[in-house]
């Protein structure tokens, strides 16, 4: 099933899917626990909404190979973990807002990433069993402020990385069954009618069950946890000259299967 989050005519809050022409089929029920249902009935989607409200969002650096290769980095004998705040989830269409801090000088990359949604809680879970525990995959873009990443965040990546609209999600969350591989995933970022990023998730160093594995160690996933599983070569820091986001621009990512996001970004 592919899930959409969206206020109707009524500003309420719903869950649908076959969405399609501006309207989509109800769903009732939760997103995790009771599962959901079509409820026969449809509504017109007034403006959508990344398809969840993370409880966490958790993050790995450096899960590339040809990332890593072109960043100059060894590959990391270990995940590189880092986290977001909830509070800079951003929705499919709206702007990625680049704050005042973050203009002089020019600073903020795009990061096109694999989302995978945690759909009941996880602690301890064996690789083999990891892909069980998650009710679906998303499109992610985990824009970064490079110079806070680097710099102003005394060597810690999250105030780089947390600043407000800095991750979009969605704009659908596509349930397991219709992917049932996330290693064999085309992923592609689009800036101003130019491809950026295009890549594979085989290229992951650690996929995506070994990350559930890793990241459950002695520690609870809760429900709505989301993992940002890494980005592939061609970010924009690594070019030369270094392409930063700018006001005007249009970034669009998209995970073949899953869907395509797409976010224009204005100044602060």
Not at 16 to 22: D, L, S
Not at 158 to 182: A, N, Q, Y
Not at 241 to 267: A, H, M, Q, T, Y
Request: hydrophobic letters at 35%.
């Amino acid at each position: 099933m592919r899930i959409i989050r969206f206020f109707d005519e009524d500003d309420k809050e719903c869950y649908g899917h076959n969405y399609q022409n501006g309207t989509a089929n109800l769903l009732e029920g939760q997103l995790f626990g009771e599962p959901l249902k079509d409820t026969g009935r449809q509504a017109r989607v007034k403006k959508l909404l990344a398809p969840l409200q993370p409880t966490a969002i958790l993050c790995i650096g450096l899960n590339y190979r040809e990332h890593a290769e072109e960043t100059g980095t060894p590959l990391p004998k270990y995940p590189i973990l880092f986290m977001k705040n909830p509070a800079a989830l951003n929705h499919p269409g709206d702007p990625i807002v680049l704050p005042r801090l973050c203009l002089d000088p020019p600073e903020v990359d795009y990061e096109t990433e694999l989302a995978v949604v945690i759909g009941k809680p996880a602690k301890n879970v064996p690789a083999a069993e990891a892909l069980n525990y998650v009710t679906g995959y998303t499109v992610g873009n985990d824009v970064s402020a490079r110079r806070w990443q680097k710099h102003g965040g005394a060597g810690q990546w999250v105030r780089g990385k947390s600043f407000d609209t800095f991750c979009p999600l969605g704009p659908e969350l596509v349930t397991t069954d219709e992917i049932p591989d996330p290693q064999s995933l085309q992923l592609r970022c689009i800036l101003n009618n130019e491809v950026m990023q295009d890549a594979n998730t085989s290229d992951m160093i650690f996929p995506v069950a070994e990350l559930i594995e890793y990241l459950s160690g002695g520690t609870t996933l809760l429900p709505g946890t989301v993992i940002l599983t890494g980005t592939p070569s061609g970010v924009g820091f690594t070019r030369e000259p270094p392409v930063f986001l700018k006001p005007g621009d249009v970034v669009e990512v998209s995970i073949e299967g899953i869907g395509r996001l797409r976010n224009s970004v204005v100044s602060e």
